[in-house]
């Protein structure tokens, strides 16, 4: 099973972007999920991540701009994105947390320039 991610695209800084991932409910219900990123020439990291009981931290370049959330009834984690900056660049991929090799997905693009 891989985790696809939705909702990239290009905007401008300072522009948002909302971001689905939808898992079925044997991935969902029992783990903890994270977004995470990959912009060219570094590695993935970990952006967001929620505990299956809505618990969220957040990485240090993020804070205060992103909000991970999920809804236990559609199997969806999303993540809103405010106040994109040109270095929020990257391929976004959602996974369980801590990630699982075989459900990486394609990811989805999301590129932050005027």
């Known amino acids: 099973v891989q985790l696809q991610a939705s909702g990239g695209g290009l905007v401008q800084p300072g522009g948002s972007l909302r971001l689905s991932c939808a898992a079925p409910?044997?991935?969902?219900?029992?783990?903890?999920m994270g977004w995470y990123r990959q912009a060219p020439g570094k590695q993935r990291e970990l952006v967001a991540g929620?505990?299956?009981?809505?618990?969220?931290n957040y990485a240090d370049a993020v804070k205060g701009r992103f909000t991970i959330s999920r809804d236990n009834r559609k199997n969806t984690v999303y993540l809103q994105m405010n106040s994109l900056k040109p270095e929020d660049t990257a391929v976004y991929y959602c996974?369980?947390?801590?990630?699982?090799?075989?459900?990486w997905g394609k990811g989805t693009q999301v590129t932050v320039s005027s």
């Open positions: 996974n369980v947390l801590p990630p699982v090799r075989n459900y």
């Open positions: 409910g044997s991935i969902f219900d029992l783990n903890d």
């Open positions: 929620i505990t299956s009981g809505g618990r969220t």
